[in-house]
């Protein structure tokens, strides 16, 4: 389980594609423990395991279907990656509960800055737009965030500027695309509703 605070990041230093798999080595600041290899860590949101670990430098394996739910299908050397180690027993929860279990990607429409507060607006499939709701949780890249207004086409997040700072949602542009995990909450209520 994660919470969505980021506060370290990292740069992709090399990307290894298979026919129906990646390896991801990731070069952070990240403070892990000598025996972190099988660790979760929380790479744009989604829960990837540690493989590697040489110096700076975290190696991460992603199946077929990570590559497929998430913005790693189109990952580049040099991107910024938000990452979070995953929560334990005691630690504060500032954000909100995610498992980084990404559930699909979202792609930007438009990016609106208001003062210093960048509103951005967000496309999604069809399919995915019950699990959106007003003033409700949602993860984009690992960030804990809320939906401020949801229409039929989109949602929108506002981004305050120590959030910005800290993650590499200052580096979108429109066309991106960013990892959602919806609120998991939300969708179990969904689930046994339907």
Known sequence: MFNGIIKNTGTIKYIKKKK??????????????KN??????????????????????????????TIKRSNFSKAKVGNLIN?????????SISGHYTQGHVDTVGK????????????????IQRQFNKYVTEKASIHI???????????????????????LKLTNLKNLKPKNL?????DIFGKYLHQINN
């Open 83 to 91: 990452m979070e180690k995953s929560l334990r027993y005691g630690d």
């Open 178 to 182: 960013v990892n959602i995990e919806f």
């Open 108 to 123: 930007i429409l438009d990016i609106k800055i208001i003062d210093k507060t960048w509103i951005i607006k967000i496309n």
């Open 141 to 163: 890249n690992g960030v804990s965030l809320t939906i401020s207004k949801k229409k039929n086409k989109y949602f929108e997040i506002n981004i305050i500027p120590h959030t």
């Open 20 to 33: 129906k798999s990646m390896l991801l080595t990731i070069q952070s600041n990240l403070k892990l423990k």
């Open 36 to 65: 972190s290899l099988g660790d979760s860590i929380s790479c744009n949101g989604v829960c990837l395991t540690l493989t590697s670990k040489k110096n700076k430098m975290l190696t991460f394996y992603l199946s077929n279907e």
